[in-house]
């Protein structure tokens, strides 16, 4: 029989760090898979379940009282921050990836499929189980169709996001917020109310971040951040979703098209604004074209 680990009277749990609570844990999951007495075995795992299944359902109550009193959602956001708190949270899946960022990710491992065919897929919404994505290099002369490209990437969200029951492929129009590079094109009209001119393009470096201050004709100045994320540009408010701290000393990750923030640590999907660490954290996205050169953000109606 493996001998039995005791804690120390005087060590509160309380008082040491998330690293050490962590290691105790891991200690006594090893004490688990070591234990060569079947029936000890079936009643220790049976005891885990049973904990975990009550510290789940309490947790799931606090979360949702929390997320539903907006005191106790500033407070919520506050209390993730916490090392152990965020550490007992993933252990229970209570702090996981939405769906969007689930999807994100279901489709990066499909696109160097598409890729190597001439196509793409952008991930656009999701709304009631049904995928809404845009589709391009299915065409004549294409090696892939627009009907495989859409079964595949069908298939690859359904095996990877709950709840997904169909794909609807949308036209391929410009969206508001999103500019290729490769595919600028320049608009002879003048700017809309609310557009203010900033930067010149070739400012914004590829796969950088940049913060530039706008001050519309009408309006109070405005700090935005530029995602410059493999050719695509994203603008947003530069304030965390968290606890709105500055975003300029974010890091961007190229690899999984990740902005980590500085302060606490939260991360956002670079180029839909998403929250990953947190679900229902957002931010403030801003619609960006590209004309004359510059680029152009709208921070007012």
Not at 27 to 40: K, M, S, V, Y
């Amino acid at each position: 029989m493996t001998a039995v680990a005791h804690r120390p009277e005087s060590a509160q749990p309380e008082d040491r760090d998330v690293e050490q609570l962590a290691q105790a844990l891991d200690e006594a999951l090893a004490l688990i898979d070591g234990l060569d007495d079947p029936t000890a075995l079936s009643a220790t795992l049976a005891v885990r379940r049973a904990l975990d299944d009550a510290h789940r359902a309490a947790l799931v109550h606090v979360v949702r009282r929390l997320r539903d009193d907006p005191r106790g959602k500033e407070l919520l956001f506050e209390l993730v921050d916490d090392p152990a708190v965020r550490m007992v949270l993933l252990m229970h899946e209570i702090i996981r990836p939405d769906p969007m960022t689930l999807a994100a990710n279901a489709l990066e491992q499909v696109r160097p499929q598409l890729q190597s065919h001439g196509g793409d897929v952008e991930l656009v919404r999701i709304e009631e189980g049904t995928a809404y994505v845009r589709l391009s290099g299915a065409c004549n002369g294409c090696s892939m169709s627009a009907v495989t490209m859409r079964n595949g990437v069908e298939q690859a969200l359904k095996a990877e996001v709950p709840g997904i029951v169909g794909v609807e492929v949308l036209p391929n129009e410009p969206g508001p917020t999103l500019i290729q590079l490769s595919e600028i094109g320049v608009r002879s009209a003048e700017p809309d109310k609310g557009w203010v001119r900033s930067d010149p393009l070739d400012a914004f470096e590829l796969d950088q971040l940049r913060a530039v201050d706008l001050v519309p004709d009408d309006g109070a100045a405005v700090s935005a951040l530029v995602v410059n994320l493999g050719g695509q540009l994203s603008a947003y408010v530069n304030e965390c979703a968290h606890l709105g701290m500055p975003l300029d000393g974010a890091e961007l990750d190229p690899g999984d098209g990740s902005l980590t923030c500085e302060w606490h640590g939260y991360c956002f999907d670079a180029l839909s604004g998403e929250c990953r660490t947190f679900p229902g954290a957002q931010l403030e996205q801003l619609p960006l074209r590209v004309e004359d050169g510059h680029v152009w953000i709208r921070v007012g109606e």
